[in-house]
């Protein structure tokens, strides 16, 4: 196994994506995408700060062009021949609760265009330097994985502009999945069906008790769990939920 | 009931689009869009000569200004106060079976405009007269059908780019159904699983037999059958293929 | 086509066996299968004296002695060479809505017996007379429909005893269809999901409005229309719910 | 917690069963079950030699005096308050890959018998051992977990005797998921959707590589990673398969 490999995290905010990346950061060099370096530049100096190796990416995951320009800024940081162990979609257009009729298409557009395209344009971008992962030769499996949501397998009243990116991406990976598995990628889907435990979720379900949400370091957990899964046993869908969820 | 009820047909082609209209204008006036208006500009005239009425509108469906300027122009015909029995929206961005490293963003992205995007905007667009033809007492629930494909379920390696399109425009259509359905709109799928008997298709599966293709009038048979259905008994999603076909 | 071409219904009561039956009758000969011949004698009465032809035979659907002993009667009445255009199942365990440990062995085997057991009898019972109805060239390909439930896609808490009976049945069904299409038999599962409105029923969901509940005509309706489908355009499966229905 | 919570694993033989009790027994005391004894002797021996517990009682799944002795025999074993921390779900009725029309009704039966009814009897024998885990504060989340295949989610033609019990096994699972997360135990279901790599399988598949079957030490470590969930981060369902696989 060469040394070079790195991690790459799509969609860092104060979630998953934070989680997910000091979760991998204990293993490997870490990339943070996020179009806002707010969202990274304390995670980057958290975990450079405690042995770990972080840098940060200002990223539009649904543009091309800025999608290119992190792929250059990252040859360059790990050089040009770097692979990937891991590359995880953790970005969302949100969404918009509202009659269909009063959806502007805006809204709608942005959905598709960070899910769907964002998912197609950050595939691109990773794939080649998880396909290095494997001619070096990783530890694990070099792993995609595609955070999904409840909207990814239900498509609700008033939920068709987060549901329809989300059910593109669902099916993005499903595809990946299928023609890259044999090429030694891992590719996986987690549906994570229930509110996540945030700061901007504090408030939500407190009568439900403590466990009633996500833990966003759980799901880390799991994505490190899919991550190490061997060729034999390769897992493509994960739905994560707390106990007490009504589903 | 109103005698202004109308359906409209996006994505008229050779094949399910034509069958679609021809068999809605036994009893409704029909609106034909189509990107080229060579694929409408025959039916017009044969649907017109045979008692029938129709008018076809050159729409790029993946553009608002141009469903917008489909509208007025059905307003113009029909009267500004128009409604609905039908729209059936059978339009598709087309695929290109390819391994994924190979697939132009445009060709990714216009299948996400067209099935995605496209069927955003013909929904916004038609759900308004659809609303009007529940007002008006029309005499079987306003439909508004959806044509998927196998790629609406299963996304095969190298076909993502059509696959995601195609599970958006079917996540929009649960989103509806649920949404639209207790307003009396009746909101359908229809997952078109094998190769439909075209001109384009004369030379495929030849060795399976005459029967080993949809059939295209079979297919507006049955968008018919969903269209009379009461508002006791609306079918979401139907598959259809041949008896011969594995599946 | 022959003129022997009977229809075979199994699990006639007050609801969808009954309409289904009428609506078979006024094509085919008809026999009604049901435990108990109060559940058909009434029904073969009046479809003997409006001009059809019906026979009930008291049938334990989930005893192979029981289905056996039906054939002979069948074929007593109609021929050793008869053959079928239509077998419909719509029989059903019932179900117990309890905590998983208070629902009895007794319980949870009867819904396994009859969906499940069941299904497979009469669908070995049928299937060769079903086969006689291809070779007879019958006009519409001989169709084996089976009865299914919110409870066959959706296993809630509470619901186990009736779900997995249903899971199986529909499980029975895809296999069919996929081994008997080919063969020229129209084998389809229709997921009812919602309350039908039969005596029994008179007084559920009384406050939301007249259209809350399944006709079950309506749904003899769509079991005609499965079976007339031409073999180029098999459906599998329907789903039937009322407009108004939360799903 | 208390010293006492064991493991119970239905269904050992040489595959999937002994490694997830090899596995569950480097932690908990774990119970055997199989009809045959064959089927567990030499692994109880061997884990009770290298420092773990194990116990084998000869059981018929499928017959609820058999489970009700198999009960008894624990609790004389562990005392009458012993509390599970884990019951995993490994049997099957085996299948017979057979045109529909010549499988017997004994086949049918027995799958459905072991598979449905053997998961029902399991499911309520061991529940009030895991609900005791629950009040003994069990470390980990008490788990019940089924073993599934592709035939849970797919039903090929003459396939139909496994699939209908596989499918209602994998619909028990999910009401049971419902019913008793709430209650603090955790309920999986795997889709082991490709060949084990076991003795009676050593020449299948050879020409596509060591990497082309499962490894059943993978799927107890991918069992006991299920175990391992907090209750905030509950997955129901995995899908295992080698990174080879076509699906």
New interface residues.
Partial sequence: MASKLIAIVAGVGPGTGASVARKFAATYPVVLLARNPDNFNDLAKEINSSGGKAIGISTDISD?GSVKSAVEAIKKEFGSDVGAAAAIFNASGGFLRK???E?P?EV??KS?DVS??GG??F??AT??LLLKGVEQKSKY?PSLIFTGAT?SV???????SF??????????S???A?????Q?I?VSHAIIDGVI?IPRTKEWLKDMGP?A???AD??A??YW?LHT???????????????????
């Fill in positions: 091309s009659p269909f009729l959806v298409e709608f557009s598709l769907a395209k197609f344009l595939s691109q794939l080649p499996p909207a239900k498509s609700n009243a008033m939920m068709a549901a329809t990116g989300k059910w593109a991406l669902r099916a993005l499903q595809s990946l299928r023609e890259f598995g044999p030694g891992h435990d466990e949400k996500l833990s759980g799901i957990n799991d769990w899964q061997p060729r034999t046993n390769f897992t493509w869908e994960i739905d994560l939920r707390p106990a007490v969820e009504k589903w």
